[in-house]
């Protein structure tokens, strides 16, 4: 039986009047591939709107260009790819460059589901000694490759999935996890020691001991991309934030703010992914405790 948390119950640090560009953590996302370059940029751009103080998208070398292009306040590590623009073999070496100095890391949206990306998802979790978000093609490579078992710090680890992820992690059906997200999730968790964070309406965030279920956002998020800007939000959070559970609450419940916002200003059916980022700013402030942050 876990014990059931609410937003109140949590304390949350704001940011020293003298801090600096590394205060505020250097996150790392990557994913992204030909055809979904926005996924990466969305979660990048979130980084960046979570209060992270550096934030660098590593991406396919094919899409650099216009990862780079779209927001200039991150930095872009190129991937290696093959003559077709997908990625190819990245070697140890590059990962260990790309973790060096994190304080987050986040991997998965747009990555694609092929066996090396599979390698570099490995390599990132092993080598990682951050906190680090799975999400999309990495939780669906990590269902595949049972990569989610063996390594050590995965206490540190927080994995996104939508109950369509979930339910290729636990061979279940969507409808079995969409009927039984708390108990799921929680089971999930604690079998892993890691945090899960169910998403859809009322987002189950659960260590496996202690569960919150989100009251913040509404059905104009389910729009392509929403889910990619939790991913960097949450990096975000975490590079700034020493618990994997309350950080993870913590981006949820802004990312639905964000969303009501959106939604409040510009319709519930018209909003779009891209909206979330602008709102962020506005969620943040949001925060009664925060209110000249
Ligand atoms: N701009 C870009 O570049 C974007 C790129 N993106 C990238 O696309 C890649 C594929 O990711 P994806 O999530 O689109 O496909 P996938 O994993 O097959 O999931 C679909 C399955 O899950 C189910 N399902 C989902 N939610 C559910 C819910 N609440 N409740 C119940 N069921 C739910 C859903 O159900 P159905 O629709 O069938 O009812 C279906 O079965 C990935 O790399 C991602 O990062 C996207 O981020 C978009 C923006
Ligand atoms: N009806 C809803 N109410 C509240 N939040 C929702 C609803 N539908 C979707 N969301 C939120 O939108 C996001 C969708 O994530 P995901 O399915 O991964 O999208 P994508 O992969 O397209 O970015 C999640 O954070 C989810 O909780
Ligand atoms: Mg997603």
Request: net charge negative; glycine share 14%.
């Given at each position: 039986m876990s014990t059931k948390i609410q937003i109140d119950d949590l304390e949350f640090a704001n940011r020293p009047v003298d801090g600096h560009k590394g205060t505020f953590g250097k996150v790392a996302v990557i994913g992204g591939s030909l055809g979904m370059s926005?996924?990466?940029?969305?979660s990048a751009t979130a980084a960046l709107r979570g209060g992270a103080g550096l934030v660098t998208a590593a991406v396919p070398q094919s899409i650099q260009a216009i990862v780079a292009g779209y927001e200039p306040s991150y930095m872009t590590v190129a991937?290696?790819?093959?003559?077709?623009?997908?990625?190819?073999?990245?070697?140890?070496?590059?990962?260990?460059e790309l973790l060096d100095g994190k304080s987050a890391v986040a991997i998965g949206p747009g990555l694609g589901q092929t066996k090396l990306a599979a390698d570099l998802v490995l390599a990132v979790l092993k080598q990682a000694d951050c906190p680090v978000v799975l999400d999309a093609d990495a939780l669906n490579l990590a269902a595949e490759f049972e990569l989610l078992h063996g390594i050590p710090r995965r206490s540190r680890w927080v994995i996104t999935p939508h109950p369509g992820e979930f339910a290729r992690l636990t061979g279940e059906s969507i409808s079995h996890v969409s009927a039984n997200r708390e108990s799921l999730a929680e089971r999930f968790a604690a079998e892993h020691e890691l945090t899960v964070v169910l998403k859809g309406a009322n987002t189950v965030v659960t260590d496996g001991s202690r569960t919150y279920v989100n009251q913040t956002g509404n059905s104009g998020m389910?729009?392509?991309?929403?889910?990619?800007?939790?991913?960097?939000?949450?990096a975000a959070v975490l590079g700034q934030h020493a618990d994997a559970l309350e950080g993870?609450?913590?981006a949820v419940y802004v990312h639905g703010i964000a969303g009501d916002l959106a939604a409040e200003a510009l319709s519930q059916r018209g909003m779009i992914a891209s909206d979330l980022l602008r709102?962020?700013?506005?969620?943040w402030r949001n925060l009664s405790h925060e209110p000249s942050d």
């Open positions: 926005g996924s990466i940029t969305l991937l290696p790819t093959d003559v077709h623009g997908q990625l190819a073999a990245v070697d140890a070496d590059i990962v260990t389910a729009t392509g991309g929403s889910g990619d800007i939790l991913t960097g939000l949450t993870a609450i913590l709102f962020l700013s506005a969620a």
